[in-house]
């Protein structure tokens, strides 16, 4: 069973960045791949980045960059130039898979965090 724990959410003012790490435990962090997702009020869970276990990443903002940390345990996510569009809380989710293909549905992740609240004034 694998534990997601996000943070570095917060209230930001449009234009400025946020670094969200979420931490892994109970499972072998490099076997997974990870993914970030959010979840606007009344809005369905969206897609927001994903890094595969050999270091690919697929990400559907060009402000969004993904990366890992197999020594850490973590993966992060640096957000630049936030919009107020991209107020939400944002989760992190593993998928047992080493494949190469990125996926990009939440119902190929097994494991899920609590999430994390970004909110981002204008």
């Known amino acids: 069973q694998v534990q997601l724990v996000e943070s570095g959410g917060g209230l930001v003012q449009a234009g400025g960045s946020l670094r969200l790490s979420c931490a892994a435990s109970?499972?072998?962090?490099?076997?997974?791949?990870m993914g970030w997702f959010r979840q606007a009020p009344r809005k369905e869970r969206e897609f927001v980045a994903a890094?595969?276990?050999?270091g690919n990443t697929d990400s559907v903002k060009g402000r969004f960059t993904i990366s890992r940390d197999n020594a850490k345990n973590t993966v992060y996510l640096q957000m630049n130039n936030l919009e107020p569009e991209d107020t939400a809380v944002y989760y992190c989710?593993?998928?047992?898979?080493?494949?190469?293909?990125?996926?990009?549905?939440?119902?190929?992740?097994?494991?899920w965090g609590q999430g994390t609240q970004v909110t981002v004034s204008s």
């Open positions: 989710a593993a998928e047992s898979y080493r494949g190469s293909f990125i996926h990009r549905a939440p119902s190929q992740y097994d494991y």
């Open positions: 890094i595969n276990w050999r």
């Open positions: 109970g499972g072998t962090f490099s076997s997974y791949a």
